[in-house]
Structure formats: C-alpha cells, structure tokens
C-alpha cells in the first residue's frame, strides 16, 4: 500500500476508553496509510480502508467504493494554465539565452575588426607588405605609374622600383558588392614617390601616393594587391567620420577610407620601426565598389588630414541585435591607438 490522494469520506470514529462518537467526515488530503493497522482490523469490510492520523484515538474510516485507488485528475483549464506557464517559462530562457549569445558573437566580431585594424598599423610600421616580384613602380610625369613585367620561364627579370616606395596602407569600408553579406572591407598597399638627394619628397602631397589596386579612369590597369576582408557575424558599418579637434562639439566630417602612412622623414631610415601617421581621406565615402573607392582615394588622399586631433571613428552595428561599437583610431594624439567602446547609440 503507498501514499496517494484520495477523495476520503465516510464515518468519523473516535474512541475514548470504552465510548465510541460515530459522525459523517469528507475531506481532500494526503494520508499516510499504515499496513500495521490495516493488518490489525482484519475484521474490517473489504470496501473500507484504516487510515490513522497524527492524532492519537483517532481512526479514520474511508469508503473507497468509487474513488478506490483513483487518483484526482486536471481538468481541461489546469492543463492548459500550466501549459502556458511552461510555455512562457521556455520562452523566456530561450530569448535570454538567445540574447546573451547574439552579445557574445557582437564582442567578438567588433573585437576582431579591432584587432585587425591594429594589425595593419602593426605592418605598416614594421614595413610588412604584399608584394608579387612582378610589380613596377615608376615615375612618369611628376606622377607615379604602377603596372606589371611579365617574367617567362628561365628569366630572372623581375619587378622594379624607379623613384618610388611603399608608403602605407589604406582601408576602405562599407565595400558595395554583389555579395552584400557578410559586409567587407578592402586592405590596399600604397605606393608613391620616393625622391632623391637633389628632390627629396617632404610630404604626403609630393609623393604622388596611389592605392596598388585597380581604379577608375587612368589607373584601371594597376595591378590588385588589395586584400579583400569580410566582418564577422552581420557586423555593418553604420557611419564613419573624423574630427579636426577633440571636443564633442566638433563636426564630424563623413568619409569611407582611412590610410595609415609611414612618416616621410622615416621612410630613408635605417630603423626597422617606423612612426605611423593616421590620415583621413575626404572625398571618399561608404557603400562604393572597390573601383569607385580606389578612385576616391587616389584623388584625395595627397591632401588628406594627417593625425585629427578627434581621431577617425567608425561604427559598427551588430547584425543581431541594437548593440553597437564605436571604433576610435588615432584621438588625443596617440596615432597607433585602436579604442572600442560598446554603446546602444553610436552618433
């Protein structure tokens, strides 16, 4: 015999000494059934089972002519309030769980654009560059002038730089494409004059600069050098500006590339670690083809804006939820400063 539920009723036996009080007793409840009792009133019928309480005297006769052995079910109502409560619990913890991952993956793709950005500085001051051996570099008419030679089987010849050098590295955002998702981001090797003892190149606007990439117009034949990157988990770039000053009040100025430029004055140098200069690029903007941007950035960036003193700010939204990171490079005078903060708002 086990403990169970019953719908009890039927006569309420109390005994003092030898005076027995009959009444009517119905009750829900949960009973300890004692075997020992039930062994002991074998006399019993065989329709009614002796339950005892805690109370000392007290025996409890219970019919269990219909409800006998019977558990009491839910009804239609019960079943389904407690399918929606489960219902909703599980809901909940699905979409807390569901939240929490969608953060996890945004901390890591904005982490990981982070990261690679600070890569390309890291290259660029340590003079790290992609190069095929086919490539030439000259001067033609006070400009530079990128192309290839062709090497054939048994032939040492191979690309040559007249007059010019690598001087940076720029990277261009928010890369329209024909294949939109994930968003991309293009890493372009740039090129331009060196000089000589007799005209020495002194600043960005005398060394001609030009991305080693394919572009519009004149420059559709360079060679493609440029590293195609993609942001990670529907990461996208929301805005991308730069500030002349480092106050909030300062305007933002919208553009779409930003170059990280050896020091000209470094570049003759025999140290291996090189002063990294952060330049904005106006005149270029987001959402264009890797043409159209490679064109914008040969046309402005000699007078681009070397080291703003608010920095280049790119933001970037998560693919998954309103959570966004506001990317900082170069603020407050610290050029190779790579900063993310992460914010609801990104303005």
């Given at each position: 015999?086990?403990?169970?539920?019953y719908?009890?009723?039927?006569?309420?036996?109390?005994?003092?000494?030898?005076?027995?009080?009959?009444?009517?007793?119905?009750?829900?409840?949960?009973?300890?059934?004692?075997?020992?009792v039930?062994?002991?009133?074998?006399?019993?019928?065989?329709?009614y089972?002796?339950?005892?309480?805690?109370q000392?005297?007290?025996?409890?006769?219970?019919?269990?002519?219909?409800?006998?052995?019977q558990?009491r079910?839910?009804?239609?109502?019960?079943t389904?309030?407690?399918?929606?409560?489960?219902?909703?619990?599980?809901?909940g913890?699905?979409?807390?769980?569901?939240?929490?991952?969608?953060?996890?993956?945004?901390?890591?793709?904005?982490?990981?654009?982070?990261?690679?950005?600070?890569a390309?500085?890291?290259?660029?001051?340590?003079?790290?560059?992609?190069?095929?051996?086919?490539?030439?570099?000259?001067?033609?008419?006070?400009?530079?002038?990128?192309?290839?030679?062709?090497?054939?089987?048994?032939?040492?010849?191979?690309?040559?730089?007249?007059?010019?050098?690598?001087?940076?590295?720029v990277?261009?955002?928010?890369?329209?494409?024909?294949?939109?998702?994930?968003?991309?981001?293009?890493?372009?090797p740039?090129?331009?004059?060196?000089?000589?003892?007799?005209?020495?190149?002194?600043?960005?606007?005398?060394?001609?600069?030009?991305?080693?990439?394919?572009?519009?117009?004149?420059?559709?034949?360079?060679?493609?050098?440029?590293?195609?990157?993609?942001?990670?988990?529907g990461?996208?770039?929301?805005?991308?500006?730069?500030?002349?000053?480092?106050?909030?009040?300062?305007?933002?100025?919208?553009?779409?590339?930003?170059?990280f430029?050896?020091s000209?004055?470094s570049?003759?140098?025999?140290?291996?670690?090189?002063?990294?200069?952060?330049?904005?690029?106006?005149?270029?903007s987001?959402?264009?083809?890797?043409?159209?941007g490679?064109g914008?950035i040969?046309?402005?960036?000699?007078?681009?804006?070397?080291?703003p003193?608010?920095?280049?700010?790119?933001?970037?939204?998560s693919?998954?939820?309103d959570?966004?990171?506001?990317?900082?490079?170069?603020?407050?005078?610290?050029?190779?400063?790579?900063?993310?903060?992460?914010?609801?708002?990104?303005?």
């Open positions: 015999m086990t403990a169970s539920k719908y009890a009723y039927g006569i309420l036996v109390t005994m003092k000494g030898s005076v027995f009080t009959a009444a009517p007793w119905g009750h829900w409840g949960s009973y300890k059934a004692l075997d020992a039930h062994q002991l009133l074998t006399s019993c019928s065989s329709y089972l002796i339950l005892c309480s805690a000392p005297y007290v025996v409890y006769s219970i019919n269990l002519d219909y409800y006998d052995n558990e079910g839910f009804t239609i109502v019960e389904l309030i407690v399918l929606s409560v489960t219902s909703a619990l599980f809901l913890a699905a979409t807390f769980i569901s939240g929490r991952q969608n953060n996890t993956q945004f901390q890591q793709a904005s982490r990981e654009v982070q990261s690679q950005i600070q390309v500085m890291n290259e660029v001051a340590s003079g790290q560059y992609q190069t095929t051996g086919s490539l030439r570099c000259r001067q033609t008419g006070g400009g530079v002038k990128l192309d290839t030679v062709s090497v054939g089987p048994g032939t040492s010849t191979q690309g040559r730089n007249q007059s010019c050098m690598y001087l940076g590295k990277l261009q955002f928010a890369v329209h494409s024909t294949d939109p998702d994930p968003e991309q981001f293009i890493v372009y740039l090129a331009g004059l060196s000089g000589s003892d007799a005209s020495p190149v002194l600043n960005l606007l005398a060394a001609r600069p030009k991305v080693v990439a394919p572009a519009l117009g004149a420059d559709a034949g360079n060679p493609a050098m440029h590293d195609t990157k993609r942001l990670l988990n990461l996208k770039v929301t805005k991308m500006y730069y500030r002349t000053c480092d106050t909030a009040a300062c305007p933002k100025v919208e553009i779409g590339a930003v170059g430029v050896s000209i004055s570049l003759g140098s025999a140290d291996s670690s090189q002063q990294v200069n952060v330049v904005a690029i106006p005149g270029t987001r959402n264009q083809t890797q043409q159209v490679a914008q040969n046309a402005n960036i000699a007078a681009g804006v070397v080291n003193a608010g920095g280049v700010s790119i933001c970037f939204q693919g998954t939820n959570l966004f990171s506001l990317v900082t490079i170069g603020a407050a005078g610290r050029q190779s400063a790579v900063d993310i903060v992460t914010k609801t708002v990104c303005s």
